[in-house]
C-alpha cells in the first residue's frame, strides 16, 4: 500500500478505487462512457447495411435497455438499481446516437 505523503495515515487511492460508485463523478463518467456504445447500436443494429433507426427510436430503444439492466439490478443481491445510473447511462446512450447520427450523416453526405 503506497501511503499519501501529505497525510501519512490515510492511504492514496488505487486506480480501481475511482471507479467505484462511492467516488461519485468518476464513476458517472466511466458508466457514460461504458453506455455510448450502446447509442451507437441502437441506432445501427438490426437493419441492413447503410441505413440506420431514426434518432429518436434509437434513444428509444437505448434507454430502453439500460432500464432493463437496472431492473434486472434488483434481483441480483450483490447489486442495487439506483435511479440516478439510469439517467447517467441514458446520457451516454443519447451521446452514442449523436455520434452515430453525425456519423452517418457525414457519411451520406459526402456520398
Keep these: 500500500m503506497v501511503t499519501n505523503p501529505v497525510s501519512p495515515d490515510s492511504p492514496l487511492p488505487q486506480p480501481a478505487d475511482l471507479l467505484s460508485s462511492s467516488t461519485g463523478q468518476p464513476a458517472s463518467l466511466a458508466e457514460v462512457a461504458l453506455s455510448i456504445p450502446i447509442g451507437l447500436l441502437a441506432c445501427l443494429v438490426g437493419l441492413p447495411s447503410g441505413r440506420r433507426h431514426h ?12 432500464g432493463l439492466v437496472e431492473v434486472a439490478q434488483v434481483f441480483v443481491l450483490s447489486r442495487t438499481a439506483d435511479v440516478v445510473d439510469f439517467f447517467v447511462n441514458a446520457t451516454g446512450v443519447a451521446a452514442g446516437v449523436g ?5 452517418l450523416s457525414d457519411q451520406r453526405s459526402q456520398a
Design 99 to 103: 455520434v452515430a447520427s453525425r456519423i
Design 55 to 66: 434518432p429518436a427510436l434509437a434513444l428509444l430503444l437505448g434507454w430502453a435497455f439500460v
